[in-house]
C-alpha cells in the first residue's frame, strides 16, 4: 500500500451472495482508485454489533441493526439483500400454526437481524436462543430448539434435514404491506468525507455491476462459500438477494425500509425509527 493509497476497511457475511457482489473487487475487477479495500469477512450478527461501535468504514448490516447505529452510518443506495415475497424462514420438525409457534422455543441467529425483528413483528414476544446461523437446522433437528429461524442458504436446505417450514417472513411481510421485505444493506460512516464516500459507493457498485455482468465466473467464486449448496442451489439463492434491488433499492425498496422501521418503531421494538439517508 503506497502513501497515497487509503485502507478502507470492508465487512461482508461469508456468503454466497456478498462473495458474488465483491468478487470484482476482491479480484481487481474494478477500478478502485486510491483505496485499497480490506475485506473482512463475518457473520451479520458479529457485523451488526460492530456497526454500533463504528469499527468498519463500510459494512453490511441488517436493517434492523440501522435503527441503533444510524448516527454512525448511512445507507449506500447499492448493496441491498432484499427477498420480494419471501424471506427468511421459521422451520420445524412438524407443522404447527402461528398461534403454537408463538408458544415455543425457537432458535434465532442474532436479535438485531432483520429476521429477528421481522418475527417480532409477525409474533410479538417469543421465547428464543441465540445460534449461530449455519448451526440452527442441527439445532432443531437435533430437538434442541422447537423451531428456527433460517437465513442464508438454509432457506434452500432445511428440507434434507426433514425439517417444515412454518412460515416465510417475506411472504408474511408481502402480504401485510404489499412490499417487498429490506434484509440488509451497506452502511458506510458519515465521517468520511461526502467526496470519498461517493467514490467509495461508485466502487462498489461497479463491483455489483461487474458480478452480475460476468454472473457465471461470479458464481464460481461465490461456491467456496456455499457450504452445503450445490451449483444448482447456490446460483438460485444468489439470484433470490443479488437482483435489480442489490444496483439500487429504487423507490420501493427505500419505501419497504421506511415501513419496516416505522412499524419497528410503532410496537416498540426499536426505540425509534431513525432518518433514513441513501448515499
Known amino acids: 500500500m503506497t502513501s497515497k493509497?487509503?485502507?478502507?476497511?470492508?465487512?461482508?457475511?461469508?456468503?454466497?451472495?456478498?462473495?458474488?457482489?465483491?468478487?470484482?473487487?476482491?479480484?481487481?475487477?474494478?477500478?478502485?482508485?486510491?483505496?485499497?479495500?480490506?475485506?473482512?469477512?463475518?457473520?451479520?450478527?458479529?457485523?451488526n454489533r460492530r456497526a454500533t461501535r463504528g469499527e468498519l468504514d463500510v459494512t453490511a448490516l441488517s436493517l434492523h441493526a440501522y435503527a441503533y447505529v444510524a448516527d454512525r452510518y448511512a445507507l449506500l443506495s447499492c448493496g441491498a439483500s432484499i427477498g420480494d415475497g419471501y424471506g427468511p424462514l421459521v422451520v420445524a420438525r412438524e407443522p404447527m400454526s402461528l398461534d403454537q409457534l408463538r408458544t415455543r422455543r425457537i432458535a434465532v441467529p442474532g436479535t438485531l437481524t432483520t429476521a429477528y425483528l421481522a418475527l417480532r413483528l409477525c409474533l410479538g414476544e417469543v421465547a428464543y436462543n441465540v445460534v449461530a446461523f449455519d448451526q440452527i437446522l442441527k439445532e432443531v433437528a437435533e430437538g434442541r430448539a422447537d423451531a428456527g429461524l433460517i437465513i442464508h442458504e438454509g432457506q434452500l436446505t432445511y428440507g434434507d434435514l426433514g425439517l417444515v417450514k412454518v412460515v416465510d417472513l417475506g411472504e408474511w411481510w408481502h402480504e401485510q404491506t404489499g412490499l417487498p421485505l429490506p434484509l440488509g444493506a451497506n452502511g458506510i460512516r458519515r465521517d468520511i468525507p461526502a467526496a470519498e464516500a461517493a467514490e467509495i459507493a461508485r466502487i462498489v457498485h461497479d463491483s455489483i455491476a461487474y458480478a452480475l455482468e460476468h454472473r457465471d465466473d461470479a458464481l464460481r467464486h461465490a461456491m467456496s462459500w456455499a457450504r452445503d449448496m450445490d451449483t444448482e442451489r447456490a446460483d438460485r439463492f444468489v439470484g433470490m438477494y443479488v437482483n435489480d434491488y442489490t444496483l439500487d433499492f429504487g423507490e420501493k425498496g427505500r419505501q419497504a425500509v421506511t415501513e419496516l422501521l416505522r412499524r419497528a418503531a410503532a410496537e416498540g421494538i426499536v426505540p425509534a425509527a431513525p432518518p433514513i439517508e441513501f448515499l
Open 5 to 47: 493509497t487509503r485502507k478502507i476497511t470492508l465487512g461482508h457475511s461469508p456468503d454466497p451472495d456478498d462473495a458474488f457482489m465483491f468478487y470484482p473487487l476482491a479480484k481487481g475487477l474494478v477500478e478502485s482508485g486510491p483505496y485499497e479495500f480490506e475485506h473482512i469477512l463475518q457473520d451479520i450478527e458479529t457485523l
